[in-house]
């Protein structure tokens, strides 16, 4: 691999670590715990690794050397920047256990476990990944481990090579999974802890005792940069409104997170629609609102963020899309018999009221869309809806009635973006390059003690690292039960954006201000070296949320 | 106007200037000049301007202050990073001369020197803009100063503000038609001096006397830093094809520097399919092959760049548009009385044979683009067309003819990106503020020598600031006879990819070994701080090209 200049230069970086990880650790043990909700429910799943207490690590001066221990390693899910550095971090952990301890990696995601694909991850390649993005390492996968045969498979390979204990990096469901196998190998007795590291860029894995998921802050920063970018462009040239569709099906912290940084014109946050209720016109309603008032202040440009998975938030569509994808699996071969020409008449003749109205509403290669490309199991597929022109087209429709109306004088251009993959494998931030490398050394600390079930957890996270608290938090302590597929499991509560909490709030009482004037703020791309202000900054929606928390 | 914390860090950033530049200067001139080609005529339109000397500057001690100058400044055309710089160079400079200079911008373009919209830019304006991206000190635009009467216009507004020099920062025709106006005031002794910048982030304003444009070092690093990071993302999931399009429409500068920086699978070179003469067709399978080479070594994903420019340098595709304008022009009516079911056929069958042929190779969403999406003058719109989806969609079709055929096993899922606006607003990198800082004090110091028609020039700019050669070019030396909208026309030759030039000969020798295997290379965002080998390295494109330049 050649390296570019920076990365030359990163791997030279020592990431910082809490100084509670800095000699031999302490376990100093809370109260037990309880599940997020349904608490009995879990406790029926989880009976060996319910209830367990939260863990915190106290410094102590070191002490003799351990048993070498070995532990695979098994990145679950969408890239994240970081996850180098989580298994940089557990080597190093493991290594100042027992030099002889040794650490595998499980490649492809948590099919390398099934499948018994690995290799040993030893000093040379670790060196060869410090600090740098991406999942390449080892490799990522989405194979979900459920199955009791999964399981099984696992535990030969696990036994095979010795390994004493499992970390599984990934989201909420990559850890819940992580939970069952931990419960799972505990009541079979089979001898591997299994400890789980938060990361996501979707800022959803999250709640009152894990701060924030890794890679949240690095891709946030990489897409405010662009955001910021576009908004300098958009302000020099002043003849376009952008449309920015970024990453984030389930919640809308990235675009919160990029409103905060960036202060764009508009920003529509998936949660406020459907607590709202808010119909698709409504959304194209608050946006050609935002067009007229710069139009009227002779402004015919500005910036519009919107996030991925907005169009499922909107009740009118969602309910559209469940009778929709209903309808075409009840009536699949009398539909596939309808002329084309003839289909969008035979669709609205066939939905109810409400969702036939809000389908004549959609433009009609949207509209076309849901009908036609779906999935194999016959359902919409909504990710390739592209949001960011079914608005602006929407809004484009809505200014030429406010025109013919004599309300809209304006002239409207439009550009669009979407970003993602931009962000999922850029280098570490510093802050980012530091949580990691402390979770997957706090990974190695919950290891040493005996601990399965857990996730390794840092918090006061808006110190500095050396002031962090490290330990773990029982799994089973974020889980409630909901229903998936049509059944009811057990799972981690997703986090969504809180309305009333402050990222949201903040933004809340900027944005009628950032709507109309130009109120534009440039973030700039990561900067890993110079003035800390600038390099070490955590995200503001960590800033905003640590407000409230009390240590 | 919220700052953020780079913003504020860079405000204090002070560009380094060349030492020629930091004392009193004298002016070296070289022999007399020739213009590019069509010495004769060239020389014939611009009587009072051609032929002029190359100018360079030597350091002598400092003189006693010269009288104070008004100058006028204007951004001209697209975003570059930078543009602030050259504009703070230049207020620097004209102060240098003499505190009581002044500043004046005119606004959105040169269109504010015709309509007499400006602003005077004082200190306190400068320093709210050093060091940031953007244009939107003054705002930019595209009115192209060609006419009698636009100068005579602007004229007036230059004389009521007693301003003695105007600078024109713009691409290549804004520095054509800055010649023109130079060329005009000296015949009618107007007594004002015109001065250009050489600016464009697409790369192709440059020739042996003038090394870069200014942004294109910052623009293709931001492209880069997202292409590299796509990359990690493509080579962690291993299960995506992305087909990456870059702005610039004239020239492949952008694309080839990027393909530099990051080693990608595939980048096509517009400039060589020309001159290979090559179809669409074969573009495709080129594509295709390194599916199906990495396809065979089990890699069932990659990296593809794409020039926004290149359907237009595809001969055949370039035969068709035009036959497609002419026949549309010609049977305007008639063909809008075609069924829309029946277009496609009618278009074919009024086609030579070899265009019909190319018109029925296309994906049928691409053909009707081509009909249906007309600009004013009923021309088809190439920038409208999705080049990158174009390329997937087809190289897609061509896979299933290999898999039918047995010679192609793998899996293909595509993702698609276009970057342009990312980069054109970007904070410029340590070269751009230096050498744009630097651009604009010398067009100062031409003003005070009383220059007119020069372009201000930066020498030997893969050394360090300080050993830079500042000093003016003939703006005519750059000329030639174009053809453009049927009459020929003085205008200043678009540098292309040269095909045995430095920069593409690099890129030929590993592409091979790119394409097949997996040598990517992830440069990371711009830093403005840390290690020099980091921070201050100039473009590829132009240390190779540096390789060959002898001064």
Known sequence: ???????????????????????GVKIVEGEPTQSADNQADIQKLFPNTYGLPEIRFEKVPATESAEPINVGVILSGGQAPGGHNVISGLFDGIKSINRNSRLYGFLMGPGGLVDHKYKELTADIIDEYRNTGGFDIIGSGRTKLETKEQFDKGL???RELDIKALVIIGGDDSNTNAAILAEYYKA???????????????GDLKNS???????????????????GNIQRDCNSAKKYWHFIKLMGRSASHIALECALQCQPNVCIISEEVEAKNMTLDQVVDEIAEAVVARANDGNNYGVVLIPEGLIEFIPAVKALIAELNDLLAAKAEEFAAVDPEKQREWVIAHLSEANAKTYESLPAGVARQLTLDRDPHGNVQVSLIETEKLLSEMVGKRLEQLAAEGKYKGKYSTMHHFFGYEGRCADPSNFDANYCYALGFTAACLI?????GYMSSLRNLTLAPVNWIAGGIPITMMMNMERRHGEMKPVIRKALVELDGEPFLKFAKH????????????????????PAEVSDQPSLTLVYEQKRRKY
């Open 156 to 158: 030969e390979i696990l």
């Open 448 to 452: 040493a003690a005996g601990k399965t």
């Open 188 to 202: 079979i007795g089979a001898g591997v802890q299994v400890i789980g590291v938060p990361k996501t860029i979707d």
């Open 1 to 23: 691999m050649k390296k570019s200049a920076l990365q030359q230069a990163r791997a030279a970086y020592k990431p910082q670590l809490p100084i509670v990880l800095t000699g």
């Open 511 to 530: 944005r009628d201000e950032w709507k109309r004037d130009t109120c534009y703020t440039y973030p700039g791309p990561i900067q890993y070296f110079g």
């Open 209 to 227: 005792v894990i701060e924030t998921s890794f890679g949240f802050d690095t891709a946030t920063k990489v897409y405010s940069e662009v955001i």
